[in-house]
């Protein structure tokens, strides 16, 4: 858990990346009670919101949480404060894709897997791992 390092410019990031007020969520639970994929993460939607309000930025980057949103958007429609959630996932995705983590180079991939995997699945990968 927690190494309660505090790094508010970490905060200041995810609020420019995703766009978000980080305050606005007064963490009703709402948006992780309706996430399908919310029992396959480590830490659930509002736990990872919680640690991004509290600037735990180590939290926030270790959490797998943000790898299995599927981006289905039930979260947003859930939430009473209108926070857009799947786009507060995506900011970390993007911060560690920036850093060269988990980022995936097309060019590298294997030919024949291409041509084999399902498009949903090429598509889905490349909106995670490139940007
Ligand atoms: S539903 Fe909205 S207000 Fe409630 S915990 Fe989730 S993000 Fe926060
Ligand atoms: S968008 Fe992501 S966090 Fe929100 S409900 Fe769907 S899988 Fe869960």
Known sequence: MSKLLIDKDFKRRIEEISDQKLSDCYQC???????????????????VIRFMQLGLKDD??????PWFCAACLVCQ??????????????AVRVIHLRAKEGLIDV??????????????????AFSKYTY
Do not use: Y
């Not at 639970?29 to 939607?45: K, L, Q, S, V």
């Not at 926030?60 to 949480?65: A, E, I, M, R, T």
């Not at 060019?107 to 889905?124: F, G, T, V």
């Open 60 to 65: 926030v980057l270790d959490s797998q949480g």
């Open 29 to 47: 639970g709402r948006c992780t009670a309706g996430c399908p994929f919310a029992n396959f993460m480590d830490a659930p939607p509002n736990q």
């Open 77 to 90: 429609t859930r939430c009473p404060r209108g926070v857009d959630i799947p786009r507060l996932m995506e």
């Open 107 to 124: 060019s590298e991939i294997d030919k024949e897997l291409l041509l084999d995997a399902p498009p949903l699945a090429l598509m889905s």
